[in-house]
């Protein structure tokens, strides 16, 4: 008789909500090895020219596989089937939106709950990287050309590290002191410990991928020098000039863009001042301006820092949110507040020019917009003040110019990002693109899957496919 | 790592380094500057270059010791290292040949100002350079200034050394003299260049100030260093640092370098007791 399919997922261990809003620690804290086995024996096996799971992954992961693998309790078996096409995995079973993904189309939806792929992705990585194991490295014929890699982000770390698979010479140029992008200033800790970030980057450097931070391309090099000495250029520059509302007060103190607010905590380890030498504003009050995950973030991070009473203040209602459930879960449990239909029309400061007041406005939903929500209007006489010690802005972030500005060649969009076409090809020969630099905002695993696939362009651009007489854009959202 | 080649005081708390960073070198201009981190614990802070040299790979840069980054740095000596260096970063400043240029820098603003004055001299601009300093003890760069400028008006406020007063009142009374005036470009304490500017304001002089701003990465990622310009938000790093004085809301830029004055007190308090 067949073994009875358990209908539950298996639970995910967490951190307690009281006690993880004091620390930076991780929150899910991960399967252990029988969980992990308990969770991978309900998976239905599909087979890999079928399995919708693969099909659904920007970076088609071979799933059914590697949760074979783990049946049979070898880690570097499973390690190496999923690195055959994602070389992060310690990260994407973190942050990538599984629900959305892998996990939407998974066969076992019909008899109870989805597998829970990404957290036995995580536990994959983990294991290994317990372990101290990394994928055998593939023994490759050099091609003898060379790739640059500019920003070191998700898009950037994919394309390098597929790239040096196939035998390419592969250099990454980061501006910060420390390659990962926003995986390591943006994300949290507590959502994505770096130590993880750093181990997957010391096997892109186990392929041969040079890492070279503190250079900013168009500044400390020139793209046209980078076209000068590399065979080709892909861009992962992401999307990293933040937004903000030019209202008035906008600039006084303690008002903070979600980047400025997380690299700081992130990054520069603000949280643990003076310890670290990058302070932060503290105080008992903050509001966060918006409702994506960088919003979630922001938020949880403030309260973690200490802040006692933390505000996401959204223009319209939760349904509308862009963050993943999971995010918002998380940060209503950590006793984060919502308040919807309400926008901000003006910052009061004091006389040292530290915020003091944040004004809204409430809304009521009007006519759907271009993006087919419906649009907050702002209803007259409704104004009123939140005490504040802080404001993070989280309303989106627009591509960083600086690279391109004095680069006529390369052309961009009405938004700013860079025109490329379906081989991720820009209008400048032999350079390539993806990520948020072409799709505004998007999320980690969109970024890699542009890297994997633009990467696959390079290698056929390098052996002898022509350039186009002319780059017809493509359409990634 | 970057390292310290040479190192000089230059008057009290003032110091001067010689830094190996051939990547900066070889494409610095005047007016753009750099973002170090000292070590693995430190924070990104942002200096403007001084001189350099493309051919030796070698940056040079003057600090006043005011916060704990400053003064752990005074520390460091011929062969130690600072961690990370990187840039040039922001946009150079824009030489031409105005004419009659006048520089005007106030205290540690002088290394900026000279690196300017001097690609203004080499462009053919005749050139004024009126240097303010607090006493006779704080006055830096003199003999450098004096190579590259055609009249170098130096003040200081007490009146130890040279004349007495502000670089404000030398160049009211420098324009009140019938001298004519094409571009004038201020570095110095914000409440001066913002006095500098209301003066050519007035005599509706071209004017650029090097602004100053907090900076975290320096590559227009954070906007910390955002300023009001023509009712604009402008980020310094990117957009500047060098912005039309006449737009520039200075007093907005003052508040905003007292965002973590208490924050930056208890760290150097710290430090000094031997802390960290």
Redesign the interface.
């Known amino acids: 008789m067949a073994k009875q399919i358990k209908k539950q997922r298996i639970k995910v261990p967490e951190q307690d909500p009281v006690a993880r809003i004091h620390n930076f620690n991780e929150v899910a804290l991960g399967y252990t090895w029988d969980l992990a086995v308990e969770e991978a024996s309900r998976c239905l096996k599909c087979p890999y020219s079928y399995a919708p799971c693969i099909k659904g992954c920007p970076v088609n992961v071979n799933i059914p596989g590697f949760i074979q693998k783990i049946l049979e309790r070898d880690i570097k078996g499973a390690l190496e089937v999923i690195h055959t096409t994602n070389s992060l995995p310690g990260i994407t079973g973190r942050v990538c939106p599984q629900e959305e993904q892998c996990e939407m189309n998974c066969v076992m939806g019909k008899l109870g709950d989805k597998i829970n792929i990404g957290k036995l992705e995580r536990f994959v990585a983990d294991e290994a990287r317990k372990q101290g194991i990394y994928p055998d490295i593939p023994q490759v014929e050099k091609k003898g050309k060379k790739v640059a890699i500019v920003g070191s982000g998700p898009s950037g770390l994919t394309a390098a590290a597929d790239l040096a698979k196939m035998g390419y010479d592969v250099t990454m140029y980061e501006a910060l002191h420390e390659g990962g992008g926003v995986l390591i200033y943006g994300i949290p800790e507590f959502r994505l410990p770096k130590e993880i970030v750093r181990y997957e980057l010391k096997f892109l450097k186990m392929l041969g991928v040079k890492i070279v931070t503190n250079v900013v391309i168009g500044k400390t090099f020139s793209l046209y020098e980078l076209l000068d000495e590399y065979d080709a250029v892909f861009l992962g520059t992401g999307a990293g000039t933040p937004k903000f509302l030019n209202l008035p007060g906008v600039n006084l103190n303690g008002i903070y863009s979600a980047n400025e607010f997380l690299t700081r905590i992130n990054l520069m380890k603000a949280y643990q001042f003076p310890e670290y030498d990058t302070p932060i504003t503290k105080g008992k009050r903050l509001a966060v301006i918006g409702a994506g995950n960088v919003a979630m973030d922001a938020a949880r991070s403030a309260l973690r820092i200490g802040y006692e009473e933390v505000y996401i203040v959204y223009r319209r209602t939760r349904e509308y949110m862009t963050a993943r459930e999971e995010e918002i879960k998380h940060a209503e449990e950590e006793g984060v507040k919502f308040m919807f239909l309400v926008s901000p029309i003006e910052f009061i400061g004091d006389e040292n020019g530290n915020v003091k007041v944040l004004k809204l406005i409430m809304n009521e939903l009007g006519e759907p917009d271009s993006s087919g929500r419906r649009r907050p209007v702002p209803i007259p006489g409704t104004e009123f003040g939140l005490e504040v010690d802080a404001v993070v802005f989280a309303i989106g972030q627009k591509p960083n110019k600086v690279l391109y500005q004095e680069v006529p060649e390369l052309k961009t969009t009405k938004w700013g990002t860079l025109i490329v076409d379906e081989k991720y090809r820009t209008t400048m020969r032999g350079v390539f693109a993806g990520g948020d630099a072409v799709r505004g905002e998007a999320t980690v695993v969109l970024a890699m899957g542009d890297g994997k696939k633009a990467a696959k362009a390079i290698d056929e651009y390098l052996n002898g496919e022509p350039w186009p007489e002319e780059i017809k854009p493509a359409n990634f959202w | 790592m970057f390292e310290i080649l040479a190192k000089k005081e230059l008057a009290p708390h003032i110091k001067w380094i010689r830094v190996k960073a051939p990547?900066?070198a070889?494409?610095a201009k005047p007016g753009q500057f750099i973002v170090l981190?000292l070590h693995e614990?430190?924070?990104?802070i942002p200096l403007t270059l001084y001189k350099w040299n493309k051919d030796e790979g070698y940056i040079e840069l003057v600090f006043q010791e005011v916060g704990?980054?400053t003064y752990e740095m005074g520390t460091y000596g011929v062969g130690d290292k600072i961690?990370?260096?990187?840039?040039?970063?922001g946009k150079p400043t824009e030489i031409e040949n105005y004419g009659n240029a006048v520089v005007v820098s106030g205290g540690v603003g002088a290394p900026i100002g000279y690196a300017v004055a001097r690609a203004l001299k080499e462009a053919g601009n005749h050139l004024t350079v009126i240097a303010g300093f607090r006493s006779k003890d704080y006055v830096i760069l003199e003999d450098e200034f004096g190579k590259i400028s055609d009249e170098l008006l130096i003040t200081t406020d007490d009146g130890s050394y040279k004349r007495k007063g502000f670089t404000t009142t030398v160049l009211e009374e420098y324009l009140n003299q019938g001298n004519k005036v094409d571009f004038v470009f201020t570095v110095g304490p914000v409440i001066m260049m913002k006095l500098i500017a209301e003066i050519t304001r007035k005599y509706e002089i071209k004017t650029l100030a090097s602004l100053n701003p907090i900076m975290?990465?320096g590559?227009?990622?954070?906007?910390?260093c955002?300023?009001?310009v023509g009712g604009?938000?402008k980020?310094a790093c990117?957009d500047g640092p060098d912005f039309d004085a006449h737009q520039v809301d200075f007093d907005?830029l003052m508040?905003?370098l007292?965002?973590?004055n208490r924050?930056?007190k208890?760290?150097l308090e710290?430090y000094l007791k031997g802390?960290?």
């Open positions: 990547l900066v070889r494409t981190r614990r430190g924070e990104r704990k980054t961690m990370d260096i990187v840039g040039p970063l975290v990465d590559t227009g990622m954070c906007g910390a955002r300023v009001t604009e938000i980020f990117v907005e508040l905003r007292k965002q973590y924050e930056e208890l760290a710290r802390g960290a």
